[in-house]
């Protein structure tokens, strides 16, 4: 299955950033490949968090067309160029506290009314790439890869991904020599992956020996007891084990064809989103109701001096 010769790139960082320019880097080398490109600067929309009103998923399981409560934003527009649109996706954040800067997780958080529209997402016909940028040393940026994930492998193949660090300044990649050829190396490696049969595409970017095969992150979980793990993006099972260079992870095969973002694992969610809706309505909905006044009256609520400053002026010029 061919893909269409575009990239999206979906920037989370500043405005001409060290993540807008490492990711402007990868699609200036695709484009060599005859790859067109376009950007979408996430700081440059409106883009507001999730409210867990749960519309679109109460609608899913009446039989309706899920969409996102929130109409007076720029993310439904951002999820469709990202996700529904045939074309590659590099993503390109900062990392200010260990994982993915707010503007991205937001962004990802609100993909369920988008996927839910458009099942033919949770096909894999298409590939991406991540690019993570972190001011200081690796133990501050740890979870950016892993929960870039979330969003990169809806209906995609993960073909690369980059760790920048100590560049924290505005600016300060550009003296970093090593860094900018790494990123043109992911945007010809997409470019290829484009230019591909999706079948026939592979992860070519760097892995450790204890990296999921499904994301390509080291990031693991042990469940209940050692030796089992899992990987908590994909929620691929395995066994640790002691192989001949040092420690290696057995990873489950079933599961590896299987993860959180095949279209099998997503169908079962699905369903089982629309079996605890029922639940709830039959079983849980009395009980809930009699229960709630205590909390809804309970607790002495305090506001920023701020907040209550401008409640009190609005209410003054009416």
């Avoid at 860094?179 to 892995?207: C, F, H, M, S």
């Avoid at 020996?209 to 469940?223: A, E, G, K, M, W």
């Avoid at 095969?253 to 095949?262: A, I, M």
Wanted: net charge neutral; with cysteine.
């Amino acid at each position: 299955m061919s893909q269409a010769r575009r990239i999206v790139g979906l920037s989370c960082g500043r405005l001409n950033g060290n993540s807008e320019i490492v990711l402007k880097e990868a699609l200036m080398a695709a484009e060599e490949l005859g790859i067109e490109s376009e950007i979408i600067r996430a700081m440059e929309h409106k883009v507001k968090p999730c409210k867990g009103c749960e519309a679109c998923t109460l609608t899913m399981t009446k039989g309706g067309v899920p969409r996102c409560s929130i109409r007076d934003d720029d993310v439904e527009w951002i999820l469709d160029k990202v996700l529904v649109e045939d074309a590659a996706l590099i993503v390109s954040f900062p990392v200010y506290h260990m994982r993915a800067n707010a503007y991205f997780e937001i962004i990802a958080e609100r993909t369920i009314p988008t996927m839910m529209r458009n099942p033919q997402i949770n096909q894999i016909t298409r590939v991406g790439a991540i690019i993570c940028v972190g001011g200081g040393e690796p133990e501050w940026t740890p979870l950016g890869l892993s929960s870039a994930t979330t969003l990169i492998m809806r209906g995609r193949k993960l073909v690369d991904q980059m760790q920048v660090n100590f560049c924290g300044r505005p600016g300060s990649v550009l003296a970093h020599d090593e860094y900018l050829a790494r990123a043109r190396r992911l945007g010809q490696n997409v470019a290829k992956a484009i230019l591909t049969p999706i079948e026939e595409v592979e992860y070519v970017g760097d892995e450790g020996r204890l990296s999921c095969p499904v994301c390509h992150c080291n990031v693991l979980q042990v469940p209940d007891d050692l030796p089992e793990v899992v990987c908590p993006v994909c929620w691929v099972r395995g066994t640790i084990k002691l192989g001949d260079t040092g420690m290696v992870v057995e990873w489950n095969e079933d599961d590896t064809r299987n993860h959180r973002f095949s279209s099998e694992f997503i169908l079962k969610h699905r369903a089982l989103i629309a079996t605890l809706a029922r639940r709830f309505n039959a079983e849980q909905m009395p009980i809930v109701k009699a229960r709630t006044p205590k909390y809804v009256e309970y607790g002495h609520i305090i506001k920023a001096e701020r907040t209550s400053a401008r409640t009190e002026q609005g209410r003054q010029s009416k």
